[in-house]
């Protein structure tokens, strides 16, 4: 199974309530709505890939979209949580929209590649993380344009 990502876009009452605590996690998880045309602008998986989109947009605006650790204890692991207003939401959206495939390959492939894994999985780990990049790119610009923030997991 392994630690994953899940993003989910909501309305700003549920990002005041989920922001607002007292423990963000704790029973308060908020249902994403179904009344886009397009699902992929509701929630966004990333499934393991989230470690690598941490790397490759260290610094960057967009890197609130998967900031955060888990929590490791004894049993197991805590989540975390992020939540970003719908301003963040834009912010992130627009630095996300500059990424290209060529930035991801350069990660991998390129001259100074950066490697989490060996070398050698350089090219499926590159082709792992581009199938993602397009589905962060859809939810973020769906959830900028309807002015909605956003809920995240990691774990």
Request: net charge negative; with cysteine; glycine share 10%.
């Amino acid at each position: 199974m392994g630690i994953r990502y899940l993003a989910i876009s909501v309305d700003n009452d549920d990002y005041e309530r989920v922001k607002a605590g007292p423990c963000p996690s704790c029973g308060t998880r908020p249902s994403p709505r179904y009344d886009y045309d397009d699902p992929a602008e509701t929630t966004l998986d990333l499934d393991k890939s989230w470690r690598y989109f941490q790397r490759i947009l260290r610094g960057r605006p967009s890197e609130i979209l998967v900031d955060g650790e888990v929590t490791h204890t004894g049993y197991g692991w805590i989540s975390h949580q992020g939540c970003l207003s719908p301003r963040e939401v834009e912010v992130a959206a627009a630095d996300l929209a500059t990424i290209t495939v060529q930035d991801i390959q350069k990660y991998f492939l390129g001259e100074k590649a950066n490697y989490l894994t060996s070398p050698n999985r350089a090219q499926d780990d590159c082709a792992y993380v581009t199938s993602y990049l397009s589905a962060a790119q859809t939810f973020t610009r769906g959830a900028a344009g309807a002015g909605r923030g956003i809920v995240y997991y990691i774990g």
